[in-house]
């Protein structure tokens, strides 16, 4: 971890135990922690009230800006005193010269919590909960404050005051106070500061922020609430930076039916252009009303949906358990599947909503020119990721702005099987009619080679990131031409290598560590390469334990082979907050050392009624030979009810169990492009030939971009 103030590695600092005195209150335990700080829960000694306490990090204590922006938040809230923005009721310092403030203590769940179970989510919910979201906006945009954070994470969601849809607005660390007594200088234009996800335009590129980036984020989020999908996606911050820079999102009302008025106020909230955007929060509240205008409910109708649905909290399994008062360390993805909601639009359809999502398979997209198996040529669109083809003749040319920047047209949505017979011969089908899947793998690694030698940094970290879902030996070149590639992208391909654990590739790795590149970036090839067997990396390996950043990828690198070197780093690890990734990869690191305790923790994780920690914690203890844990990943599969068999069926598919199959065709047909692409790392990774035809039409026709790059990985496995 780096210091926020100058870069500087920052302390590790043990968390205060249970009983701790902190002025009038005491410590009870730990509700999660950040880069920042720390969140406790507390009891005042006399009042006996429980709170919540938000720590500053001591080692941070001494930079007056951070401990002036930790205070922003504990002000702003002041400042504003609405009903749906988190409570502040004290503030101290302790003898170590730490900071904190007391707030009130919430019990609920984050909305990225509900999101995932409500996706999309119905008109009602959406407008009930956007609305006081909307509100507590507009009471800090009243007083001058900016939230510039606003993400699902920081909105709680309770049962309070005969409302089960409770919204407490948290988070405001890095809030811009623009009134009387803020502090100027630590929201400068040309900082970038925020979530990259719901980060407005303006934001990624370091411009000057007001109220309207608040309004993007409103967008954004209700975005997501509404289609059960992000309207940008991407595993690095520099991906999606280029997509919410230069990428049109395709409008909500053409994903999901719903009223036209919320399609509309939606992507008023995400024009790029400021001037174009919806002018406030206000205006976005009003908006909401004209939804429910052309719904036909009325407000006391708008309520009986809400108390009859006062259950929705309880009743699907959670992504993620949300600590109080704490929001989520990591977003959720978005999915656009659920067992409620509206039903997927046909051809743009915008009128009313129905209770079940359909189930249809996702809309077919021609790919923008033909491929040509010689002369290819790739070329990105504006920096954003993902592929844009050209022909041998001319390219195709971006838009000169956003606002000229043409939407895509409604498309049908198709059902699973072959394309229909009008759709246009694109080339990974046509490869396959006229040569097979031999054919169609060379067109697939022609494109995926052309991508990694001339594509865009996010288009190329995209063809990386399916490379390795698939885990097929026949990954192995390109992935060895990633190594020559950018700086940036040498971290993915060099962890996709060591899992492919390919003895051809040690030299590719050597090559690669003599390269001008950052500290983290060796430790990860210095890591691949011990993963590979090479004994010399160990002594760098063990050196780099020191490394606050490496320390966990060092340890976890070094317990692949039995190796307890750094086994202090992962007990530490496994210490924090249960579920979470890096605790998962501890006691996975710690189980393939023998320790008895991480496989109890691991073995107890199986009960967890979420499945983003029950699978994992099945596939490790499966990898270590646990035959129990196996078969709960088979019963997982089998079960119609479970939530996500997908998961189940990518993890016995690395265990090398064919049973994964019979799960594929619903994956590929599935409307959420995450299980699609699960679906099709399966086939990859097991070599199912027999579905050649269904991976070569996504690959050529899929809407989704990551999608594509993973129907051709998917076909250079069989």
């Avoid at 002036?68 to 504003?80: D, G, M, Q």
């Avoid at 909601?341 to 790919?367: F, L």
């Avoid at 000229?404 to 498309?411: E, L, Q, R």
């Avoid at 590739?505 to 993963?531: C, F, I, N, Q, Y």
Wanted: hydrophobic share 45%; charged share 20%; aromatic share 4%.
């Amino acid at each position: 971890m780096q210091c926020p103030a100058d870069g500087s590695a920052a302390l590790s600092v043990e968390t205060l135990p249970p009983g701790t005195p902190l002025g009038a209150y005491r410590i009870e335990r730990v509700l999660g922690d950040g880069g920042m700080g720390f969140v406790y829960e507390a009891v005042h000694e006399v009042l006996q009230r429980r709170t919540a306490i938000k720590m500053l990090r001591p080692e941070l204590a001494s930079h007056p800006q951070i401990v002036t922006r930790f205070l922003n938040e504990a002000k702003a809230v002041n400042l504003i005193n609405h009903d749906n923005i988190v409570n502040v009721y004290d503030y101290g310092d302790n003898a170590d010269e730490s900071v904190y403030f007391v707030m009130e203590y919430l019990e609920g769940a984050t909305l990225d919590v509900l999101l995932y179970k409500r996706r999309p989510m119905q008109v009602p919910l959406l407008v009930h909960l956007f609305r006081q979201i909307g509100k507590a906006l507009a009471a800090a945009h009243a007083k001058q404050i900016v939230h510039r954070d606003l993400k699902p994470a920081n909105v709680f969601v309770i049962a309070r005051e005969g409302n089960p849809y409770f919204v407490k607005l948290l988070d405001f660390g890095i809030a811009q106070l623009r009134g009387a007594g803020s502090v100027q200088g630590l929201t400068i234009a040309g900082s970038v500061m925020g979530t990259p996800q719901y980060m407005s335009p303006e934001q990624v590129s370091g411009g000057a922020v007001d109220a309207r980036s608040d309004v993007w984020a409103f967008g954004v989020m209700m975005y997501r609430a509404a289609t059960g999908e992000a309207p940008f996606k991407g595993e690095e911050f520099a991906e999606l930076a280029g997509k919410i820079l230069y990428q049109v999102p395709r409008p909500a009302g053409e994903l999901v039916i719903m009223p036209r008025a919320l399609s509309q106020l939606i992507m008023s909230c995400l024009e790029r252009s400021v001037d174009a955007r919806c002018p406030s929060i206000q205006a976005a509240l009003a908006g909401l009303d004209q939804v429910l205008q052309e719904a036909g409910l009325t407000e006391d109708a708008l309520m009986a949906e809400i108390y009859a649905d006062a259950g929705a909290i309880s009743e699907a399994p959670l992504p993620a358990r949300a600590n109080p008062t704490h929001g989520s360390l990591a977003e959720s993805r978005p999915e656009n599947q659920g067992a409620r909601g509206w039903k997927r639009a046909k051809n743009g359809g915008q009128a009313g909503h129905a209770n079940q999502a359909s189930q249809a398979a996702p809309a077919p997209r021609a790919r923008a020119g033909l491929l040509a198996v010689v002369g290819l040529a790739v070329v990105g669109v504006g920096g954003v990721g993902g592929y844009t083809l050209m022909s041998r003749g001319k390219a195709t040319t971006p838009a000169a702005s956003s606002e000229t920047t043409a939407a895509p047209a409604p498309a049908a949505v198709a059902g699973p099987g072959p394309a229909p017979a009008a759709q246009a011969a694109t080339p990974l089908q046509t490869a396959l009619a006229t040569g097979g899947v031999a054919a169609a793998r060379s067109v697939a690694e022609a494109h995926l080679r052309a991508v990694l030698t001339t594509g865009t940094l996010q288009a190329r970290g995209l063809a990386i990131d399916a490379l390795a879902l698939v885990r097929a030996p026949g990954t192995a070149p390109l992935l060895h031409l990633a190594l020559q590639g950018p700086i940036e992208v040498l971290s993915k391909a060099a962890r996709a290598l060591a899992e492919l654990r390919l003895p051809d590739s040690a030299p590719k790795l050597r090559a690669a560590l003599g390269r001008d590149a950052g500290r983290h970036t060796k430790v990860e090839l210095t890591a691949a390469l011990w993963r590979l067997g090479d004994e010399q990396a160990r002594a760098s390996l063990v050196a780099a334990l020191a490394e606050p950043a490496s320390q966990l990828t060092v340890a976890l690198a070094l317990a692949d082979h039995d190796d307890d070197a750094g086994k202090a780093v992962l007990t530490a690890a496994l210490g924090g907050p249960a579920g979470t990734a890096r605790w998962r990869d501890a006691a996975a690191g710690l189980l393939r050392l023998g320790d008895a305790e991480a496989r109890r923790l691991l073995q107890a994780e199986l009960a967890n009624a979420d499945p983003a920690r029950s699978v994992p914690a099945a596939a490790a203890l499966a990898r270590a030979g646990d035959a129990a844990a196996k078969q709960v990943l088979l019963r997982n599969l089998a079960d119609a009810d479970f939530a996500a068999p997908g998961d189940a069926a990518l993890e016995l598919a690395r265990l090398g169990d064919r049973t994964a199959l019979t799960w594929v065709k619903k994956g590929l047909a599935s409307a959420a492009p995450t299980e699609r692409q699960r679906a099709l790392a399966i086939c990859g990774a097991l070599a199912a030939a027999d579905h050649a035809q269904e991976i070569a039409r996504l690959g050529d026709h899929d809407d989704d971009a990551q999608v594509r790059a993973t129907a051709e990985a998917a076909l250079l496995g069989l």
